[in-house]
């Protein structure tokens, strides 16, 4: 075996492929079935046994998808077991394992496994479980669009900008990548983890399933699942085709056995997927300031892009030639061969015997040149005497014997015309006996390495006043780490029970709001030998590795031992409380936009707030739902709020201003009702700071106002009835909450007769003990609320 790990796996959402890196290239290694790709695709037969890739496909009750639930703690029925997202791409990893040693005889426990480049923390993570549950023990993660660029890129390219246009089963990744001086950069990365080409043919499904009045809902499962083959099926033949039929023959309760389906009725249902696709696209380009005429080409990846309706919107609206040098399926598993051909073999065991020798040997897997320089060192005996010699394994060109100063020795190889050149080592005693080596082989590839990965989020800390400090930066080549100390905002005593928390972010928001939580740390006063005062001092260290396995710890001044954090699984996070809050906020803003809205952005805003309605029910839904559902949603809102974030910059001064205006009337009415002078004459006089903001357009000021309005309109309305009466109708319902329903009831009886008696700081005091029954999701607490920092 050679001493590289040479194996590269495409771990796809429909389906996955496995190459391995020869002499001459890479090589795509054909599964049981002679195909070049393996569906991923898991069945458990009634006799138990169980089946992957095409043989799965065949039937009912058979399991695919589950890529998009990675990280996610969703159990999938298998007859009469459950098996997770892990498992069930832990069988895909195993059949390609099958693969490999059926044509090689190798024991296939190291490769580089691809993930879309905008996969999550626990998402990637995930991966390496399968592999592991797989006994693929060693494993590299490998951005899909580096794969890609790094097997279209790897034959001399010319130096410029490159386009890698990724849309496949279930993730569509957007990636810039340039190409310097034979160095190849990631410039930067976008996309989507939830558009793909199976939302096609779920459009296609609905489209049949309304002309035929039925809903797709009412169809059994199984009949279902048979009907998106068959779209999928006339899906990608209408690729070459003007026409084609469903064959819907095995579906019950479909009274159409054929249906037939034009590619121009295909084209008009994934419009707005393939729109949203080059938005997408846009969007990265001015992200990074380019224009799209800065690209040399487009690098097409993944077999949505074989549709005609893809390749040609993509030369109308960009206008970058389109690169169809490879093949879009199997580029991204050629592309991580040819980075796991430049990754040295990890060894957990040196299997020299007493009487071997262990060599050190330094050079670079991957070069441009045709020479390449090598250095080594006998690292198991002192002062070893003797000789060494390197030569081509097919024995056409050698160094020579080396004689050995120190153990060590330099030399420099001749590369062969191939892209990968094997050598073997041979090593001779002062004496001249043979001595057996380990390593005795190494290869040297020609041509591009790939490049670095980059983090594809910005991952940091939850700031007390609702900010974040990032730490690792989105764009960062990884491996990284890096350590802020920031100043505490909170105090804790030695020995108390008082905790706080450090809330670890990832996203893209400077808004701590906007982004997902996954992870966090727990500091209680009983753990600290001091107390914590504010602006002592917090450290902060995040690790991130090649395959973005990320590591976090809180070191406090003075404090011997650290915390680490815990980060959470995709189900964990992002709670539906947390989605609601989301909803609820960009709804907030929205309406405050649409009171002051132009003409020309109104269809804008009211489409912004149709999506909203329909993203409000898929959170409700939620609920009764998949939990690895909650990501796709989550990703569709933090999409929505940045295009609603474009018109807050727009109009949101003005809806401040008019927010405030509202929040002082009232407060002026109630401080008045209140006889209270002094709130009286403040609320006139912030009104007359709110002209002097809105003429001198000073954001700050009005926000400032609005906080002081709102606090004085606050004060008054918790001594009006309303408030409490709206408090103990809040309150009534919750019982089914509580512990103990009889104290609740208790406590909003006596609120009630409180309020009927117009004893108000009673009323007041009973909805708060009541309130305290409620579990803490109830209870509105904030969202980072008992931050540290
Ligand atoms: N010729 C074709 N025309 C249109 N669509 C095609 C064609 N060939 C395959 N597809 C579609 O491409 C998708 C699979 O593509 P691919 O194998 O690149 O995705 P994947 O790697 O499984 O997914 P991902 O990269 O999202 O994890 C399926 O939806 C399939 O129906
Ligand atoms: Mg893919």
Sequence with gaps: MSNTVDFGIDLGTTSSALARMMRKGPEIVPTR????????????????NLLVGDEATDKWPCRSQFKRDMGATVRYEMGSREMSPVELSAEVLKELKYSASRRYEVDMDQAVITVPAMFSQPQCQATHEAAALASIDAVTLLQEPIAAATAYLSDDPEDGQYLVFDLGGGTFDVSIILMKQKEMHVVHHGGDNYLGGSDFDKKVQQWICSEIGTELSSIPEPERWGMSKSVERAKIKLSDLETTDVDLSDVKGVHAPRFTLTRERLNELVRDDIDRTIRIAREQLAECKLDASDMRSVLLVGGPTQMPIVRNRLRQELGIPLNLDQDPMTVVACGAAIHASALPRRSSERTTTSAGVDLELHYECVTNERTAHVSGRIANRDSFAGEVRIQRSNGDWDTGWIALRNGAFVTELELSKDIVTEFSVEVRDSSGATITSSPNTFAIRSGIAAAAPVAPYNYGVALEDGSCKWIVKAGASLPVRERVELPAAASVERGSDETVFVHFLEGKSEHADDNVRRGHVVICGRDISRPIRPGDKVTVTIRMDESRLIRAVVELEKEEREWEARFHSLT?????????EMI??????????????SEDDQGGVNGLLRELEVLEADVENLRYGEPGQSERVLTKISDLRSRVRKFSQKYMPAAKREEAEGVLDEAEVLAANAGDQIDLATVRELKGDLEKAEVLGDKKLTESILERGRNIWAKHYMNTPECWRGQIDWLRPRYLLVSNPSQ???????????????????????????????????KHIERFGGSLI
């Design 33 to 48: 079935s002679g195909q070049k790709t393996l569906p991923s695709a898991v069945r458990i037969t009634d006799g138990g």
């Design 584 to 597: 609820r906020r960009t709804q907030d803003d929205l309406e405050r936009i649409d009171l002051v809205v």
């Design 744 to 778: 609740f009831h208790e406590y909003v009886r006596r609120a009630e007769a409180c309020l009927n008696d117009r004893d108000l700081q009673g009323a007041r005091i009973n909805c708060i003990e009541a309130r305290e029954l409620l579990p803490a999701s109830e």
């Design 572 to 580: 964990d996070e992002p709670p539906i409380e947390d989605l609601r």
